[in-house]
């Protein structure tokens, strides 16, 4: 069974970057397309940034041209990078598949101060 752990959430102020990682325990990802996925307070989860099995990567608007998704198939970790952090990114970031998800972790928790 694969187990997905997040980390490197936190508070920063707003302009600011975090990085996050998932690490992929279980199962090798590398013929995966891999996705960040963000779930604010009240709101649905929501894919935020993906990227394919040959590194191919794909934002949604809202954080276009700020995040960078990158994979390392070696270590099964998949990061985000997120620069000029804003208070509308505040939510609890998870990674899985693109599709046929595996079972959630239990995220990181973001949270940008203005």
């Known amino acids: 069974q694969v187990q997905l752990v997040e980390s490197g959430g936190g508070l920063e102020q707003a302009g600011g970057s975090l990085r996050l990682s998932c690490a992929a325990s279980?199962?090798?990802?590398?013929?995966?397309?891999m996705a960040w996925y963000r779930q604010a307070s009240g709101k649905q989860r929501e894919l935020v940034a993906r990227i394919s099995s040959d590194g191919i990567t794909n934002y949604k608007d809202p954080v276009k041209g700020r995040f960078t998704i990158s994979r390392d198939n070696a270590k099964n970790t998949v990061y985000l990078q997120m620069n000029s952090l804003k208070p509308e990114d505040t939510a609890r970031y998870y990674c899985?598949?693109?599709?046929?998800?595996?079972?959630w972790g239990q995220g990181t928790q973001v949270t940008v101060s203005s």
């Open positions: 279980g199962s090798s990802f590398s013929g995966n397309d």
């Open positions: 899985n598949k693109v599709r046929f998800l595996w079972s």
